[in-house]
């Protein structure tokens, strides 16, 4: 049955919020489909509409993005009420995709309203257009960091009369390098505003940005904080073992498998996306879409919406897609590369099972090398069973010897082993991601590859640093003997 039906369910009911909520948010939230608020709705909402700074932590799919942008509609609705001019609310999310999400969801939520205005303001898109949007007083802001600190430093933009900031994925705007802009976001609005943070996780920069951002009297919520596992009821996952060199074969063995289902293929750089991507659509003649950072904002919003309304399809993408995306019925999220961390793993698989009573698969493809990361997830509070490979991997080398005759090709397999490698540069668990001990050969057969490119690893220095830094990497080696691979 399902949970939005069940009158046993002890979920609050939203028309509880009756004294509350506007008449139309509520007709709106019903017309959406939803009766009953989750545990993350249930806790914030009431705290969030008396006006108090928020800040929750609750797993991904927890239904978050209803939490902030009711009392951000309300908090119009009052201003409105009392006849002031002006953008009231904004929201700021870590990716054009997540904005573009939220703000869809925003526009079936004031759908009853014919006096509310909202702007979508993201990288990849008219600045000019958006100035123009912008200068006309929106009430809603949904934008991404860096986007909307260019246009708060010109005259067009007012927002002396915001009155509500919403913070969503506050971990991730750190990861993306947008910690400089939303300090100069939040130095700017107004004091006197309510401010509510939403994430998946904290860490000392989010504790630090609450601080800043935050009266001192903050309600913390944390719906997770009991439970004694990290990810959601309904998830079924595990991780599977294989041999480095025949890591490609077994993908295709597994999308053979998950062919009538929708599935996400988690890379760890765009190259890698990139190859795989060209390989099985052209080589091996398999649905499948791709995206990453590097792609236009144009072709990024495409793929999204072809995924969206598919049925059954593979995605093949970087963490990009990782965070926030409310796609319905992902059936299968595969880690063909694995994350960098226990938080990076729960962002991942948080793509599906998403919502009350939905369910959903997730595996991750690890090395013989990498198997201690299984353990180091367990310390986390998440529990994966382990599946067994399968004997009979179909022999891919005549459809690679084939795709390797292009030159194209070769140089594309050659940039996606040296993106693999690279993205090792950045990965705190050295112990288990150890490029010293790792069989580069095996890497680079995986990828096609009969010798091993040359390729610039530096051991401990993140890509931002390598830059900056190589020449005295060159200057240490003579003496500290740093290992470096060619």
């Known amino acids: 049955m399902d949970n939005l039906e069940d009158d046993t369910n002890p979920r609050t009911k939203f028309k509880t919020l009756k004294d509350k909520v506007s008449s139309a948010t509520l007709e709106a939230i019903k017309d959406m489909g939803f009766k009953k608020m989750t545990d993350i ?23 978050k993005t209803l939490a902030f942008l009711i009392p951000s509609v309300e908090v119009v609705i009052k201003c ?240 990009l897609a990782a965070r926030g995306l409310d796609i319905p019925s992902v059936d299968w999220i595969v880690q063909f590369d694995p994350p960098s961390d226990a938080n990076e793993y729960i962002h991942r698989v948080g793509r599906t099972a998403r919502g009350m009573g939905a369910e959903g698969n997730a595996v991750m493809l690890l090395r013989p090398d990498e198997i201690d990361f299984v353990n180091y997830l367990k310390e986390s509070k998440i529990y994966l069973d382990k599946y067994e490979s399968w004997n009979k991997l179909a022999n891919l080398q005549p459809k690679l010897d084939a795709a390797m005759s292009n030159p194209h090709f070769q140089q594309l397999a050659v940039e996606a082993f040296q993106g693999y490698m690279r993205a090792f540069e950045v990965k705190k668990l050295k112990h288990i991601f150890n490029l010293i001990s790792m069989d580069v050969d095996a890497v680079a057969r995986s990828f096609g590859l009969k010798n091993r490119p040359d390729v610039d690893i530096r051991i401990g220095f993140s890509k931002k640093h390598r830059p900056r830094k190589r020449m005295a990497a060159m200057l240490a080696e003579k003496s500290t003997g740093e290992k470096r691979f060619k």
């Open 41 to 63: 709705q249930a806790e914030v909402l009431p705290e969030a509409l008396d006006g108090f700074d928020v800040v929750a932590t609750a797993k991904t799919g927890s239904g």
């Open 80 to 319: 409105l009420g009392k006849h002031m001019a002006g953008t009231f609310s904004i929201i700021v999310s870590p990716t054009r995709e997540l904005a573009i999400q939220t703000y869809t969801v925003l526009q079936d939520l004031i759908a009853h309203y014919d006096n509310i205005t909202s702007a979508l303001i993201i990288g990849g898109e008219s600045r000019k257009k958006q100035s123009a949007e912008l200068s006309s007083g929106v009430h809603i802001v949904v934008a991404t960091p860096g986007r909307l600190f260019d246009h708060m430093r010109t005259k067009e933009f007012d927002y002396s009369k915001t009155c509500c900031l919403v913070l969503d994925e506050a971990d991730k705007i750190f990861q993306y390098g947008f910690e400089e802009d939303l300090k100069q976001i939040i130095s700017r609005l107004p004091k006197d505003r309510q401010t509510m943070l939403f994430s998946a996780t904290l860490s000392e920069r989010t504790e630090a940005l609450i601080k800043s951002a935050m009266k001192e009297k903050v309600h913390n919520i944390n719906t997770d904080e009991d439970n004694l596992i990290a990810t959601v009821e309904g998830l079924k996952q595990g991780y599977a073992v294989c041999e480095t060199e025949y890591r490609l074969w077994w993908l295709h063995k597994l999308m053979k498998k998950t062919k009538n289902y929708k599935v996400m293929v988690f890379f760890s750089s765009c190259k890698s996306v990139e190859f795989h991507h060209e390989f099985f659509s052209k080589y091996c003649q398999e649905s499948v879409l791709c995206i990453h950072g590097k792609m236009s904002q144009a072709d990024r919003t495409d793929v999204i919406s072809n995924f969206y309304n598919a049925e059954n399809v593979t995605l093949f993408c970087t963490d």
